[in-house]
């Protein structure tokens, strides 16, 4: 079945500095998700991506939908503490077809 | 985006025993899908349920063990059945946006993390 990697596993970093995170299939996706779950929370819809090259920014976060359709990337600029967590992709290669989940990126922010 | 609250928000359960967990949405919507999410793991699709006929079940998953029920369309029941300690895990429902356009944002509950000793 599809898989969905992402990469790094998981991340420390100091407070300020910026993050980046991907996320690859094997296989070409039509719509990308990406999401963030603190302990204890179900997962929160941050960015949805639906055309190839799109980028889409929420606030500080910037997310782009990568041209082969095989890929995507998640940013966050000058991370603060609460951007502790973990983050999710999720892709779907058709519309009606389920969402595939990646294994996720735990991030840690240091003061 | 849609509201949903599930409840329990946790159990402690012995096994052999069953659950049910409750999946209450702000708006009517037509898909529902309940997921586990496993220690340290992401997430894995259990079933879809649509109002008005049978769950469909992913594949390792079955009736017997994670019975469903869809009433109507704001509501869904997921039942996790003769628990076991492997069925420890966090249980999250979650819908498709009622208020978007196709392809639909996927929209989780706060979940219900249950522990079988």
């Known amino acids: 079945g599809q898989q969905l990697n992402q990469s790094p596993q998981s991340m420390f970093i100091q407070e300020g500095e910026d993050v980046s995170m991907n996320c690859t299939s094997s296989?070409?996706?039509?719509?990308w998700l990406w999401y963030k779950q603190d302990p204890g929370e179900g997962p929160v819809l941050l960015i949805a991506?639906?055309?190839?090259?799109e980028l889409t920014s929420n606030g500080r976060l910037t997310a782009q939908f990568g041209i082969t359709r095989k890929d995507s990337f998640l940013n966050i600029s000058a991370s603060i503490p609460s951007d502790v967590g973990i983050y999710f992709c999720?892709?779907?290669?058709?519309?009606?077809?389920?969402?595939?989940f990646g294994p996720g990126t735990r991030l840690s922010v240091l003061p | 985006s849609a509201v949903i609250s599930q409840k329990p928000s946790r159990d402690i359960c012995q096994r052999g025993t069953s659950l049910t967990i409750q999946c209450q949405v702000d708006s009517q919507v037509t898909m529902m899908f309940w997921y586990r999410q496993q220690p340290g793991q992401s997430l894995t699709l259990i079933a879809t349920a649509n109002q008005g006929s049978e769950a469909t079940y992913e594949s390792g998953f079955v009736i017997d063990k994670f019975p469903i029920s869809r009433p109507n369309l704001t509501f869904s029941t997921l039942t996790v059945s003769n628990m076991s300690p492997e069925d420890s895990s966090i249980y999250l429902c979650?819908?498709?946006?009622?208020?978007?356009?196709?392809?639909?944002?996927?929209?989780f509950g706060p979940g219900t993390r249950l522990t079988v000793t």
């Open positions: 979650s819908v498709e946006d009622p208020a978007s356009s196709p392809p639909y944002e996927q929209y």
């Open positions: 991506l639906y055309k190839a090259g």
């Open positions: 296989s070409i996706f039509n719509t």
């Open positions: 999720a892709g779907q290669d058709n519309y009606g077809q389920n969402f595939v």
